[in-house]
Nanobody
Framework: QVQLVESGGGLVQAGGSLRLSCAASGRTFSLNAMGWFRQTPGKEREFVACITRSGGNQYHTDSVKGRFTISRDNAKNTVYLQMNSLRTEDTAVYFC?????????????????WGQGTQVTVSS
């Protein structure tokens, strides 16, 4: 099995930055695409970003393009989400995800592994 543990969430003022990290353990050789989703109360989980194993392909949802950047360090089995120019609407629980397949997908059901989530709160 695979375990994903997020860190780096917290409270930040609008315009500020945070860096989320997700450390994978267990059968990490089975992981290919990794990414991030977010969720606010009463809403569906929303795709944020994804990166392929090689790091050669990254995808970001339109609302975060130019502000968030996903990256990964395979030697450390860790994926990151650098979040700049944060807005109040970015407030959510952020989940790290992973799947055995190469390609990134935007649907939450496409991901086999999920972290427990980390809260990001952006104040005005």
């Amino acid at each position: 099995q695979v375990q994903l543990v997020e860190s780096g969430g917290g409270l930040v003022q609008a315009g500020g930055s945070l860096r989320l990290s997700c450390a994978a353990s267990g059968r990490t050789f089975s992981l290919n695409a990794m990414g991030w989703f977010r969720q606010t109360p009463g809403k569906e989980r929303e795709f944020v970003a994804c990166i392929t194993r090689s790091g050669g392909n990254q995808y970001h949802t339109d609302s975060v393009k130019g502000r968030f950047t996903i990256s990964r360090d395979n030697a450390k089995n860790t994926v990151y989400l650098q979040m700049n120019s944060l807005r109040t609407e970015d407030t959510a629980v952020y989940f790290c995800v992973a799947r055995p397949d190469y390609y990134c997908r935007v649907g939450p059901a496409e991901y086999d592994y999920w972290g427990q989530g980390t809260q990001v709160t952006v104040s005005s």
